[in-house]
Nanobody, 122 residues
Framework: QVQLVESGGGLVQAGGSLRLSCAAS????????MGWFSQAPGKEREFVSA????????YYADSMKGRFAISRDNAKNTVYLQMNSLKPEDTAVYYC???????????????WGQGTQVTVSS
């Protein structure tokens, strides 16, 4: 079955960096667009970033532009989220997701990981 497993979360001070990874199995990874979402305590899940199946196109939520960078390695079936200049308000559980897109950057996400906690202290 399809599995998406996130890793790389943790506790970091404001201004610091983290690199999240999401390893995929059970699917033809290079056929899927991948995305990252965040969910802060008491809030709804929010879109963070997405990357096309080839890696040639990326898309970011406005609040993440210039601070976060999404990338993928199709040979390793892995998508990454480099998070720089972290702020306390970035504290959330971060989820990766895989889906298909017929009209980029709109992606229909079919698969979700379990999430990894990111905590940014002030």
């Amino acid at each position: 079955q399809v599995q998406l497993v996130e890793s790389g979360g943790g506790l970091v001070q404001a201004g610091g960096s983290l690199r999240l990874s999401c390893a995929a199995s059970g699917l033809t990874f290079s056929n899927y667009a991948m995305g990252w979402f965040s969910q802060a305590p008491g809030k709804e899940r929010e879109f963070v970033s997405a990357i096309s199946w080839s890696g040639g196109s990326t898309y970011y939520a406005d609040s993440m532009k210039g601070r976060f960078a999404i990338s993928r390695d199709n040979a390793k079936n892995t998508v990454y989220l480099q998070m720089n200049s972290l702020k306390p308000e970035d504290t959330a559980v971060y989820y990766c997701a895989g889906g298909t897109s017929s009209s980029w950057p709109v992606v229909k996400y079919d698969y979700w990981g379990q999430g990894t906690q990111v905590t940014v202290s002030s």
